[in-house]
């Protein structure tokens, strides 16, 4: 035992007998919390995947297959409404560390007030491209609970309708694909574009289709595919200009915005 | 003025839209629609004065307009045809039906906007608790932080034009790249200091189990009664549907249930259900009126 | 007895080379108010943390930290939440929930405590912090010192056996500061709450604390009551920052025949043991006291406009004038600025003080051309500033730094930051390796300005404003949250620049600061300038709104308005000199 070790097993002798044993056991007691934490966190993982790619298409295929007669408008914004349940019911149970709640409310935040930032230019609105790349650097499950909520809270500032759960649903399914599709790591050009390319499919193909639908479905018992048509026709200009927003935003952000995720992932070890 | 409904539990208020706003959905019947829309549209005013006029003329107007004519137009089915468009036929069940839709859209539209007067923040934070803890703090946190960074986007880009780095003003592109520096800026703040709000909720315990939502709200004989009420008027629309005293079908001929005593009964007691805010709101105006002459 | 003990506490970050905590040996005893003081970056934010393990650093840890008897890491974190409390320094980001009822009730909500009980404690800490009348108000709409509270009654509502709080005013102006400090006193009296805080703001807790702890380089330097510090830390002029006025004055210029004379640490105090210390030498105490007196008449009657001289000499033009400024926000809202004027010349410091809501700010936001006055003129260099271009006025006339300068920041790195307006304005790249080191941020420049202190933040963000050298330079609560030895490297940085022709605008509540480094000091209320003239002309005259030293002066011996004055006025008058040499 070297000397400064030696003296400072005097002092701990002199501040009372049993301090070295507490030291000791201090430190057991850290060891063991870690190796915990990490196994719990694998679990989570496995369980939330299963229900997720099990339950929700169980989910929308039963809607079809059983209320196919009924009315439209009720029935889809049903199958919407249970669709958008276990996303949210895993996200629920596995429950979320303080540190992946508040990054994911300052993605919603975002969502909502970037949109003032270009209040001036209609339609073009960052939302879509901040929910992708949420999705892309916090994984599938973050990105639709960041979509959705996105959705949700705009809606509590501009007015809840009878669109909010298929704005809901829509925005959603563009965060949890992006997770799917896309890893955090966009270095090459080619993968830019890719993004971007997935970008535009989603708002036109995947946010302008769904809300576009929403609408036919609202207005109409006997759905035919000129009404559908028609519907996407007329609201193609808009949808062109949002899919155009995302994919600028996508081009000039994604870079910048994926650092700085990584880092603050990094930081505070959350979302790996 | 205060909304007398506004102090309703939110349990209770969230049971009464839900009930407001299926209705329609779910059976289509033109006289029920009818008595929807009429009730909506009472306390819509009642709630938002002379702004109820703009409100409807710019949205719900055209939502009604565009769905009465665009279902006669691309429906096709009925058997009453009136005329004939590009060799198309215009069918009377087609109209009807459509008009019906523009009823059933408008009064959902119309719901949802007192819906929105009614249902702050507060009360959907505190709903979403009940069920999902972690969403609805999601929820809060984000409807703190909206205005937080819009406040904050106006510091930034007040902070880069100081600093000589701001655009202000000029083309709409100059003006989307100061708009594109203000949210890159605004999300690294964002991101790294919502690493505080983390820390400060860890620091008051949350992620123990279970979290319990902490009511703002009571329930009171007032609520029993509310919801007494509701669930009378539940009941018997779904007594009336089950027994087919309410009964519609538009294709391929239009049909709709006689008109009986029993389904005159039922209309009332669904307007009545309908009508509870405007009720509560004019038996407390009353009140008032009366503690006011007899001083 | 002991509440906490730590026993031989190091603590090493992961990569990090030197121990942020080395040996640390401390007991805090039930009930008392202990004080943790010491430079910025010196281990006192590691050590709370290591005290509330659910806001601990991973790290290499070493020694034990007990809680009533256990060792922390025991505690769950239900009895870690319900016991120790945790307020930490930015009011705004700590508020989690959109509602003041909500983030009061969350940490109850957290410990699943059920209904009524919640609404019992709710209510009480509504009243305990005067809360009621905003309870149910939107946070967004609560001022910085109701945000701090709102955060400190967050964490009182779970009834903690101990209060750790992080210099929770730093972000608040001194009124606000004075009022939170006045509810903790509360709290610790009233409720027998065990307290430990680290603040740069002694001033106001010195008197409140039962122990003062003093670390350096992460360890502690010194512990003991906060009286018996002064006999301890003669003679180490380092720390003479951290103490309260009173008590550096007092170990500066205690008599010999004075050892038994308790420190001082208050203003009360300090005049007390300014007037014996006066007296016991024998200098004449009454003569003073009446010279004193005809000296303030004269400054306070030529404190009128006479600028003082700087550098650039005081005859010059002025380089801004801002001439009866009206501005209001919209158009049905009231004036904030009512006919405000005042003259800044090149090579000068002018400090704007006031309290809050006198305008301050917004005089510095329409004198920089920011704001449009409806009435008034703003003439820069002698034209109208409305005639400027932004792209002629910002960066290259005026540079304008607003409070958190964070807000400035876009890059990763404050180089990076740096060279965007290097490439931008297409400047010499030398440019910036000269204002890198006349800033001394040299050792910063490639950290991310996220993880710099807010000294070193604040000269970073600065030196962004210096490449495009503009004349005059806004500052607006720049010395905010800075300690002591920051501050005073800062105040010696501004004079630099000062001396190189630079006019600096700086807006403060840090009476202190302004005290020691202005040229001038402008004193507004309710939209106009008030006062204008030497620090001294100004703020001796002040029997409230003035520094600290000054307060202990007052009558005794006027004249002196920062500590140094003071100290060098009793040094004086002990050896026997008349002072109105």
Known sequence: MNEAAHEKQNMHDMTGGGTDERILAAERLRARMEADEKKRRLIRRIVSAVLILVFVPSVVLVGMLEWHDRQYYIVSMLIILFSMVPFFFVFEKRRPRARELTLIAVMVALGVAGRAAFAMLPQFKPIAAIVIITGVSLGSEAGFITGALTAFVSNLFFGQGPWTPWQMFALGLIGFLSGILFNDQIKSKWKLFLLCAFGAFATVGIYGQIMDTQYVFSAAQNVTWEMFLAAYASGLPMNLIFAAATVFFLLILTKPLLNKLGRIKLKHGVFR | MRDAFDTVNPIVAFVFFAFALIMPMLVMHPVLLGISLVCALIWLFMLRGRKAIGYILKFVLPIMLLTAILNPLFNHAGITTLFYLRHNPVTLESIVYGASSAAMLASVVLWFACFNQIFTSDKIVYLLGRFAPSISLVVSMALRFVPLFSRQAKRISYAQRGAGMGTGGGSVIKRARSGLSILSSLITWGLETSVTTADSMRARGYGLHPRRSFANYRFDGRDALIGGLLALGMLCSALASGFKLISIRFFPSFKINEVTPLFIAFCAIYAITLLIPVIMNSIEAYRWHLSRSKL | ?581
């Not at chain 3, 929770?168 to 009124?175: F, G, R, V």
């Not at chain 3, 920011?370 to 792209?391: A, F, N, Q, T, W």
């Not at chain 3, 005059?472 to 949250?481: I, M, N, Y």
């Open chain 3, 1 to 581: 007895m002991a509440l906490v003990e730590i026993k031989a506490l190091s603590f090493l970050y992961p990569g990090a080379e030197a121990a942020a905590l080395s040996n640390i040996d401390l007991t805090i005893n039930e009930g008392e108010f202990v004080l943790i003081a010491g430079p910025s970056g010196c281990g006192k934010s590691t050590l709370l943390r290591r005290m509330k393990p659910a806001l601990s650093a991973y790290g290499e840890v070493s020694g034990a930290v007990i809680f009533n008897g256990e060792p922390i890491e025991a505690l769950d974190l239900r009895r870690q939440t319900a016991e120790i409390g945790f307020v930490m320094q930015d009011p705004e980001m700590q508020i989690a929930t959109d509602k003041v009822w909500h983030e009061l009730a969350f940490g109850l909500e957290s410990l699943g405590t059920d209904q009524a009980t919640m609404r019992v404690r709710v209510a009480e800490m509504a009243n305990f912090f005067g809360i009621q009348k905003w309870f149910n108000s939107p946070v967004s709409e609560l001022s910085g010192g109701q945000k701090q509270l709102l955060c400190l009654a967050s964490v009182m509502v779970m009834q903690p056996k101990l209060l750790i709080l992080d210099e929770p005013t730093s972000q608040l102006d001194p009124i606000a500061a004075a009022d939170f400090f006045d509810t903790l006193h509360r709290i610790n009296s009233e409720l027998g709450t065990t307290i430990v805080i680290t603040e740069h703001r002694v001033e106001g807790l010195f008197p409140l604390a039962d122990k003062v702890v003093f670390m350096r380089n992460g360890g502690i330097y010194y512990s003991g009551s906060p009286r018996s510090c002064a006999e301890l830390l003669e003679g180490d002029s380092e720390l003479y920052s951290v103490l309260p006025t009173a008590m550096t004055l007092f170990a500066r210029t205690r008599p010999e025949s004075m050892k038994d004379f308790p420190a001082p640490l208050t203003v009360r105090e300090g005049r007390q043991y300014l007037k014996a210390a006066l007296s016991e030498n024998g200098a004449s105490f009454e003569k003073t006291a009446e010279t004193g007196g005809k000296v303030r008449k004269a400054t306070a009657l030529d404190s009128g406009r006479k600028p003082v001289a700087s550098k650039a000499g005081f005859d010059e033009k002025p380089v801004l004038s801002m001439r009866e400024v009206w501005y209001r926000y919209e158009r049905n809202s009231d004036d904030i600025l009512k006919g405000a004027s005042f003259d800044v010349r090149l090579g000068e410091l002018v400090c704007i003080i006031g309290g809050n809501g006198a305008g301050k700010t917004t005089a510095i936001m329409t004198a920089s051309g920011m704001y449009k006055p409806y009435r008034g003129k703003v003439l820069l260099e002698g034209k109208p500033i409305g005639k400027y271009s932004d792209g002629e006025l910002f960066g290259k006339r005026v540079g304008v730094l607003l409070q958190n300068p964070i807000l400035s920041f876009v890059h990763d790195s404050v180089r990076e930051e740096l060279e965007a307006v290097v490439n931008r304005n297409k400047l010499e790249p030398s440019k910036l390796d000269e204002i890198v080191s006349l800033m001394e941020i040299g050792s910063i420049i490639d950290r991310n300005p996220y993880d710099i202190s807010g000294g070193e933040l604040q000269r970073a963000a600065i030196a962004k404003l210096l490449l495009l050298e503009p004349s005059v330079l806004f500052l607006d609560e720049a010395t905010k949250g800075m300690d002591a030895f920051f501050k005073e490297k800062f105040g010696v940085l501004l004079r630099r620049l000062t001396s190189r022709g630079t006019a600096i605008v700086l807006v403060s509540h840090d009476i202190e600061f302004c005290a020691e480094f202005a040229d001038r000091i402008a004193m507004f209320f309710d939209g106009g300038v008030i006062a204008d003239g030497t620090p001294k002309a100004v703020l001796s005259g002040n029997n409230f709104y003035t520094t600290v030293a000054a307060r202990i002066a007052n009558g005794i011996l006027d004249g002196a308005v920062t500590a140094s004055e003071l100290i060098d006025k009793v040094k004086a008058a002990e050896g026997g000199i008349q002072i109105e040499q």
